[in-house]
């Protein structure tokens, strides 16, 4: 079970993170990614990161704006998003997926889905 949080309203130009807790399964095993959806949009690819938590990809409009990290201790992994723009306005979901080689996939590639939390960033 994989339950996301920490979205919520952030002005242009802000920063906010978001984490997903997982339960019920070895952590390790898994890699994990963040998607995003906006309205009237498909489901993209935001970011991954591998199992032990050494490699990390993302998406370009999120390189050098989001960092994807996680704790194995914690079962967590995380996305912190630093100058949000109104294009970042979407649902933010976290993925695991347990066969994955690399630390990038499409949606239909990870197997296991969290709920979603709404970001919105206001001009």
């Known amino acids: 079970q994989l339950q996301a949080s920490g979205g919520g309203t952030v002005q242009v130009g802000g920063s906010l993170g978001v984490y997903c807790a997982a339960s019920?399964?070895?952590?390790?095993?898994?890699?994990m990614g963040w998607f995003r959806q906006a309205p009237g949009k498909e489901r993209e690819f935001v970011a991954g990161?591998?199992?032990?938590?050494?490699?990390?990809d993302y998406a370009d409009f999120a390189k050098g704006r989001f960092i994807i990290s996680r704790d194995n201790a914690k079962n967590t992994v995380y996305l912190q998003m630093h100058g949000l723009r109104p294009e970042d306005t979407a649902v933010y979901y976290c993925?695991?997926?347990?066969?994955?080689?690399?630390?990038?996939?499409?949606?239909?590639?990870?197997?296991?889905w969290g709920q979603g939390t709404l970001v919105t960033v206001s001009s």
């Open positions: 990161v591998s199992r032990g938590g050494g490699s990390t």
């Open positions: 019920g399964r070895t952590f390790t095993n898994y890699v």
């Open positions: 993925a695991a997926d347990r066969r994955l080689r690399g630390t990038r996939g499409s949606s239909s590639e990870f197997e296991y």
